[in-house]
């Protein structure tokens, strides 16, 4: 053994995805799992990024409560794009680990992963130093295509699962123009720190033109981004690329609204790995992914 053999820290190489993709399967074939339910495989799990909105008329309100209506919100914001409905949603911190993988990026990663981000962010900066932004896009749509949606549902998480999420929601009565954003951070060394995930909740200001609002939704992401910056200067964690968009919807008046952002924690259907080999998630793009996979998608079937 070299002096430099010695010297190497030893946790270099405790992020290896092919490994990590075998331990983070589903015990089911059609139905993607929370993480640590029963039966899933490994000490691994998979990561989704999803944004959702939506809002509903008042029809259930009396004088003593509001809240029927706020639920009927919160779950069209669930299945408004991404579907992520049925499931008990376990409020957790916001870091995928050394033993998480992230969908579409480590796994079946989209096509064009790294797309400029339509409102002009570029880099954000630390330091000097200046770490390149792009559009979350790509993510959440591949989230969106591994699950599905309501209409046509693909491998979607077990209905009433328990299902760990980083994530955050926001009711609003109208009138209100509400939104929900969010950044994941990818760090350089991913054997010694966590990808990190910051989610944003809010309303922008009412009666803007086009341009104003085009404007408060960069300032939104501009903040978000900075945010991934802040908690790695106090994590002493340095991070290679930044990832980040957001939802937004008009809730008028006489109506409530709901914006939801969350990163569900999973284990893969045994169905959506192709050829029922693991490792080859880590090599195939999402537009192949799902060529090989699409005669089992729930709804195909």
Not at 5 to 18: G, M, V
Not at 26 to 36: A, F, R
Not at 250 to 262: D, M, P, R, S, Y
Request: aromatic fraction near 8%.
């Amino acid at each position: 053994m070299t002096l430099k053999t010695i010297l190497r820290p030893q946790n270099n190489h405790l992020f290896r995805p092919q490994k990590m993709a075998r331990g983070a399967i589903s015990s089911l074939d059609q139905y993607c799992e929370g993480y640590q339910n029963p039966g899933s495989s490994g000490k691994n799990y998979t990561i989704g990024l999803a944004l959702g909105v939506g809002k509903t008329s008042f029809n259930l309100r009396h004088d003593g409560s509001q809240l029927l209506d706020e639920i009927d919100a919160f779950d069209r914001a669930e299945v408004h794009d991404t579907y992520l409905g049925q499931i008990n949603m376990i409020t957790v911190s916001s870091f995928c680990g050394v033993n998480g993988l992230i969908w579409g990026y480590d796994l079946a990663p989209a096509d064009r992963l790294r797309q400029p981000h339509h409102l002009g962010i570029r880099k954000v900066g630390k330091n000097g130093k200046n770490i390149p932004v792009y559009s979350a896009r790509p993510l959440l749509e591949a989230t969106k295509k591994l699950f599905g949606t309501v209409k046509n549902k693909r491998f979607p998480l077990l209905p009433g699962s328990h299902v760990p999420c980083a994530g955050k929601h926001f009711t609003e009565i109208g009138p209100r123009h509400i939104y929900s954003a969010i950044a994941i951070g990818i760090p350089k060394n991913r054997s010694r720190a966590a990808c990190l995930i910051m989610e944003d909740l809010g309303w922008i200001p009412l009666r803007q033109n086009p341009s104003s609002q085009r404007a408060y939704k960069r300032l939104i992401l501009e903040n978000i981004t900075k945010s991934i910056v802040q908690i790695g200067k106090n994590q002493n964690i340095d991070y290679q690329e930044i990832f980040t968009d957001l939802a937004d919807i008009q809730v008028e008046q006489g109506k409530v609204g709901c914006a939801l952002v969350a990163a569900p924690y999973f284990t893969l259907a045994k169905k959506a790995v192709p050829k029922n080999n693991p490792e080859i998630l880590t090599s195939i793009r999402l537009s192949e992914w799902e060529r090989q996979t699409s005669s089992s998608f729930l709804d195909n079937r």
